[in-house]
């Protein structure tokens, strides 16, 4: 899945709930900074906070790595 496909399916789900990224962060716990930057595809989320942040969103968002 490219970024643009990423960011439509997040999209979709956020709008479906009524949030943004900053809110669904703050409500799951996380750095909404960190969250666009897994999204946009700077980090790839393999170890530590970043991975942990990846799963919540995999969770959430579903297949969307």
Do not use: P
């Amino acid at each position: 899945m490219n970024i643009e496909q990423r960011k439509s399916v997040i999209q979709e789900k956020l709008e479906s709930t009524g949030d943004t990224i900053t809110t669904w962060s703050k409500k799951n716990k996380l750095d909404h900074r960190l969250v666009i930057d897994l999204i946009d595809g700077k980090f790839h989320g393999t170890r530590g906070v970043t991975l942990k942040t990846r799963m919540q969103l995999e969770e959430f968002f579903g297949n969307i790595f």
